[in-house]
């Protein structure tokens, strides 16, 4: 396991900690400062407020999705208190090397519901379930984040990688298919607890199929060079990515607990247009975040207004239930739907101009469906750069063509197949 321990209090609790880390340490578990299984929180109790911050930092841990254990003064003080507020383990002021063995017992059996839903360290293997004419892989679950507005590592636990072995097998199960998309709950953070990397993972599905291949979201620190460089040079890879950068403001990503700053983004997107300059590169943002001032949201406006952006799915801030930033200060709702109706018309401009740029070249189409518009009869498709494509008449589905890009049409681009 990986456990933190925190201290409060006096330094005979900083030195009872250390003793309880070696012996930690003994049975072979990583004491950590971040990303912890479990959190051990050595607390105090000799004021008020001594005992408030012992429950802030309970209450805090908890939030953050790890399994809690509580040793010393307040544990020994109020352990039903303790156990109403979800705490797992609880070891007062005596028998405290006990602990090792009360955290290995939770976390190995599941004894408590969050302990089952977040202490999984093995990938799941699901069963594949065949679509009409994507296949989507799933090949990573969990979160390692400590996002303030995110529920999910609560939920989903911490990430876990398929192994290549696993997405080897389901391959040899998608020769039906044109195009393969590759999900995770955090993609980029595939293969970190294997020795792996996201680009391993691709280059997999790519050497065991024939089928074109689409990433779904990778967070905006996790598309390396070696990612942006594979996207380039491999033509079964679709040139679009979506990025959740959610604020473009560095004070509002401090406070979001996001690992980059807004020139980091920058610097990204550009060697991405630069590498791949057709690339549909979208975006989610949330605006109206808590402490998000009008300066703050006007940086991620103009910020969003230079990049060549193509793609944006814009979020109004909701309170999340568990998590930190539902306990901050809100952004009035007015405020709020005014800077969405604000980055929303943005969006809508980037849309055309990005379309604009398309017309006259020729894009791989991926066909889906055939419908009947006003104007006529169209085939519906995808481009490789995730483009809704509207040709006229109907062509044979569940194949990649060559399409002609003739005319801005609806929410895409009409395209004719050459003869």
Known sequence: MRIKIETLGCKVNGVESESIAELFRKRGHEIVKDNADVVVINTCCVTGEAEAKSRQAIRKALKAGAEVAVMGCYGQLAPDTLKEIGVSVIVGTSERKSIVNKVEEIYNQHKSDSQALDMSNIYEDLPHVPSKTRAFMKIQDGCNGK????????????????????????????????????TGINLGQYGTDLGLSLTDAIRTVLNNTSARVRLSSV????????????????????????????????????????????????????????NIPTMMIGIDIILGFPSETDEMFEDTLNCLRELPISHFHVFGYSPRKGTLAAEMEQVSPIVKKARVDKILTLAAEKKSAYHDTLISSEVEVLTERTRKHFEGIYTEGHSSEYVKVYIKGEVPLNEIITVKLTEVFKDGIIGVVDN
């Not at 097998?169 to 039906?176: A, H, R, V």
């Not at 598309?223 to 033509?235: G, R, S």
């Not at 890879?237 to 983004?265: E, G, W």
């Open 219 to 274: 967070e905006p620190d996790e598309v390396t060079e070696e990612l942006i460089n594979l996207i380039k040079d491999e033509p079964r890879i679709c040139k679009h990515l979506h990025i959740p950068v959610q604020s473009c403001s560095d004070a509002v990503l401090k406070v979001m607990h996001r690992k980059y700053t807004v020139n980091d983004f920058k610097q990204m997107v550009n060697r991405l247009h630069d």
């Open 147 to 182: 996002c303030t507005y995110c529920i999910i590592p609560t939920v989903r636990g911490k990430s876990r990688s398929r192994s290549l072995k696993s997405i080897i097998q389901e391959c040899q199960t998608l020769s039906d298919y044109k195009e393969i998309v590759i």
